[in-house]
């Protein structure tokens, strides 16, 4: 006689997050700084450059990890919005309509109007909790520096509690070292939120998602790392040839996944950590020129590309 024995199939999921450079919608907010991306501004934001970039990353989303998972990301964390009524037209677009996307949004106090958000797939995570964290930033004048919220949302994925932690920290537009001491701050910061999921359940599982505009060598990432003893699996994707950004022909890793060491556990019925990679398929690269290779970018200064996004998507693979 002949036994069989069935294994339960594993089931894995795509975890991604992409900075989807200034989804913007072409009315004029009299609240910030959006004048350049209106129809009337010189580089003439018009509804139909709108749709097809709505169009692009929609398309994006749905492919990020198929290959490693066959189906879209449950999960996405997205820098760049503008505000609700964006994301609900990213979500209701034919390349997203049927994947049963909502999403998590909160407006923050960026001086440019652009927030983080998070979109979900309802069959799969389900939203038990989400709260924003303001970074409190001085600039060299003694002013209040405006800059994006942190947002948390926690819930369970599979019916397996996770928290997620999406990040678009400042930026090193006056300089690196300039503006080193916003990305420790808010370095910082995370490390205060992990602090406080793991006050109500020192087991929490933890991703921490963002553009971080620092590299995995950086000072603010290294200290976020050693604060939890944090996993970073990014560090080993930048080269010379590859990054997610690319700034005077030099790649950054500026987007990284950084996660809590429980992911590594061989426990049954839990969410493990499988691997890590960059989304630069050719269709979201430069073809030709002095920027082959680089991010197909939707505005190269005030000229229109017609492309996606200055950054590539990453994405994490979790398997139950």
Known sequence: MT???FKKKDISHTIAFYNIENLFDIYDDAFTRDDDLIPTAEKRWSIKRYQNKLRKIAYVIANI??????????IV????????AVLKDLVNTEHLAGLNYDFVHYNSPDERGIDVAFIYDTTVFKVAYSKTYTLELIDEFGVVDLTRDILLVSGLLEGLELHCI???WPSRRTGNAETEHKR????EKVTQIISEIKEKNPEAKIVIMGDFNDDPSSKSIKALELSHGLYN????LLSQDRGTTSHRHEW???????????FFERKKNTLRYVNTNI??????KEMEGKYKGSPYRTYVGKRYKGGYSDHFPIYLILRK
Do not use: C
Not at 65 to 74: A, I, L, M, N, S
Not at 184 to 187: E, G, L, N
Not at 233 to 236: D, V, Y
């Open 252 to 262: 950054n890793l500026f987007d990284q996944f950084l996660v809590t060491p429980n």
């Open 65 to 74: 990890g198929k290959k490693d998972t066959q189906k879209h990301p449950v």
């Open 279 to 284: 989304f630069d398929e050719d269709f979201l």
């Open 184 to 187: 420790i701050k808010a370095s």
């Open 77 to 84: 964390g997205l820098a760049e919005i503008e505000n609700e």
């Open 3 to 5: 036994l069989n024995f």
């Open 233 to 236: 699996p990014m560090g080993t």
């Open 166 to 168: 999406v990040n678009h």
